[in-house]
């Protein structure tokens, strides 16, 4: 299964802008295990500084 997330917020009186992307998979191996990937990448613009971050997120859920 394939994910892909978008969000960004605007905010005139600050005039800041931040802006989320993560593509996303869900692999099931078997109907007990499942393996959640996301790449998620933020931009955050303010008038004097551009910050960007990236995270890498996994998980590993097994029913018993």
Do not use: C, H
């Not at 299964?1 to 998979?25: C, K």
């Not at 393996?35 to 997120?57: G, H, R």
Request: charged letters at 20%; hydrophobic letters at 35%; proline letters at 6%.
């Amino acid at each position: 299964e394939l994910q892909f997330s978008y969000n960004e917020n605007i905010d005139p009186v600050a005039n800041m802008r931040t802006r989320q992307i993560s593509p996303g998979l869900t692999w099931k191996m078997n109907p007990r295990t499942v393996i959640d990937v996301v790449y998620a990448t933020t931009k955050s613009e303010f008038p004097a500084v551009t910050t960007e971050s990236t995270n890498f997120l996994t998980s590993l859920r097994i029913r018993i």
